[in-house]
């Protein structure tokens, strides 16, 4: 079986703003080459001002829609539901 290798550009860099905090901290994603492939990060306000003016990464878009399984959802939106009070998983915790 032959394989055709993927291309992917590396010089390209992307970012997605997921939220800026009250304590001052944003959190984002950061994507190299392919936007789908990311990390999340968090950097307070003036080091994300920093990082983005270094690497100066597309800006995507906020996503849109996730249904009720969760998919979609970043790392900190799945923490913040499942923190929810009418989180099925916080009602057993609290029994």
Do not use: W
């Amino acid at each position: 079986m032959q394989t055709t290798p993927v291309s992917i550009d590396v010089t390209r860099k992307y970012v997605r703003l997921l939220r800026r905090r009250p304590d001052g901290f944003v959190e984002f994603e950061f994507a190299l080459g392919e936007p789908d492939l990311y990390v999340e990060m968090i950097l307070p306000a003036p080091a994300y001002a920093s990082f983005c003016a270094i690497n100066a990464p597309e800006e995507l878009p906020p996503r849109t829609g996730h249904d009720e399984s969760g998919l979609g959802l970043s790392l900190s939106q799945a923490v913040e539901r499942l923190r929810s009070p009418s989180h099925p998983s916080s009602k057993e915790a609290n029994q």
